[in-house]
């Protein structure tokens, strides 16, 4: 009797097992055949999560670098009488941050406006008419001379004529793509303001209450997880920090360094719209090498168009020079907290960002490459030691034995 109950059991749980195995199959079945719809509902999901945690990433991105300068200056504060007689100074400190911060991207903004409008005013309408006419007849006279060339060579029409249709078809690709993007930029600047305000003000709750979150999450983190897991979230949070605040402040520093630069020199120079270049280059250099292509270019259209050879020769060099000092000088004194990468683990990093997240992967591809190479150095580390320290027990053994 029991021998049958045992049977029975045994052929229950091999019929439960079946059961489950053949609703397991059926429904990765389901999952596979409806594959693409569930891409993207959890497309559309996760973007519609991403939009709601935007503000608070923002936010705390904002916190996280103007931590530091909130810090600097509670600590001076508390230094002068009066002020740190006030039971908390912290409040002071993040509101002279943010007043300085405004007061930054206000100066910023004043001299792009007058800068354009310097220009503007400096060109007058007749010689912008000059300029686009004489420009236009240099490019027909460019053609004619390069067709008559062509033909001179035997080359036939019609493979000149499909050679500039391309051409022309993929110039005016990219400026359709470029006005539509500025077009939805346009059309989606009330929400990326809305972003912005609640942005900002999660960033200054962040930096006033900043300890207090910190410890909250450390204790819900304590009553969650083990201590092996906690000591190695808060091993990786420290390399994290370390590492992002070296980079990013470093490189924001860095920026605004190469924006005054930039721009003083260009100015002296004579290249017109030297601010905006200079502003533009010092933005560049957030994703490595980008900064100074982008200050290159930008003053030789310049001077090309005014038709000022000189001036671009000698703003060419003075830019030589000044990225030189940038990557010899000023980048590796500001960049001395962060993790040294190597410049081809720079360029792998950068073509992964942009592919995985376009130009925000590219902002922080370096950080993060820097990241993986600190645990995966300590990794091998680790793995030196251990076997460092099997290889001394065996010795020890043997040597026992003898």
């Known amino acids: 009797m029991n021998l049958k109950k045992k049977m029975n059991r045994q052929y229950m749980t091999i019929s439960a097992y079946v059961i489950v195995t053949c609703i397991i199959i059926y429904s990765l079945s389901l999952v596979a055949k409806n594959a693409p719809v569930i891409y993207y509902k959890v497309l559309n999901s996760l973007g519609s999560i991403l939009a709601i945690i935007k503000p608070i990433l923002i936010g705390f991105a ?27 100074t912290r409040g002071l400190a993040v509101l002279i941050t943010t007043l300085l911060v405004l007061a930054g991207f206000t100066l910023i903004i004043t ?8 220009q503007i005013r400096v060109a007058n309408f007749d010689s912008l008419v000059t300029l686009a006419e004489d420009t236009a007849a240099s490019l027909t006279n460019f053609s004619k001379t390069l067709t008559n060339k ?30 539509s993007g ?7 600047v009330t929400g990326t303001l809305t972003t912005l305000a609640f942005s900002v003000i999660i960033a200054i709750y962040f930096l006033i209450d900043g300890k207090m979150i910190k410890e909250v999450v450390g204790k819900v983190s ?27 402040k470093g490189t924001l520093m860095d920026v605004g360094v190469m924006m005054v630069l930039i721009s003083v020199t260009l100015s002296i120079v004579g290249v017109n719209f030297a601010v905006i270049i200079g502003i533009l280059a010092g933005l560049g250099n957030l994703i490595p090498y980008c900064g100074p ?13 005014n038709g000022d050879i000189t001036k671009m020769i000698i703003a060419i060099i003075a830019l030589i020079v000044i990225q030189f000092i940038d990557g010899n000088v000023i980048g590796p004194k500001l960049l001395s907290q962060s993790i040294e990468v190597h410049p081809l683990l720079v360029i792998i990093c950068l073509i992964v960002g942009s592919s995985v997240g376009g130009l925000l992967g590219m902002l922080f591809a370096v950080p993060v490459g820097a990241l993986i190479k600190v645990i995966f150095m300590r990794f091998i580390d680790n793995r030196i030691q251990m076997k460092e320290a099997i290889k001394k027990y065996h010795s020890s053994d043997d040597s026992d034995l003898d």
Do not use: H
């Open 62 to 88: 904002i916190a996280y670098v103007l931590d530091g300068v909130v810090s600097w200056i509670e600590n001076k504060l508390k230094r002068v009488k009066y002020i740190n007689r006030l039971k908390s």
């Open 111 to 118: 001299l792009l406006v007058y800068s354009v409008t310097d």
């Open 150 to 179: 062509l033909n001179s060579w035997n080359i036939q029409s019609n493979e000149i004529s499909n050679v500039v249709k391309t051409i022309s078809d993929y110039a005016m690709n990219i400026g359709t793509n470029f006005v």
């Open 182 to 188: 500025v077009m939805n930029s346009l059309s989606n």
């Open 222 to 248: 304590y009553a969650l997880f083990s201590d092996r897991a906690n000591k190695g979230m808060k091993r990786f949070l420290g390399d994290a920090d370390q590492v992002f605040s070296g980079y990013l």
């Open 293 to 305: 292509f982008i200050a290159y270019g930008l003053s030789a259209i310049v001077c090309l168009v």
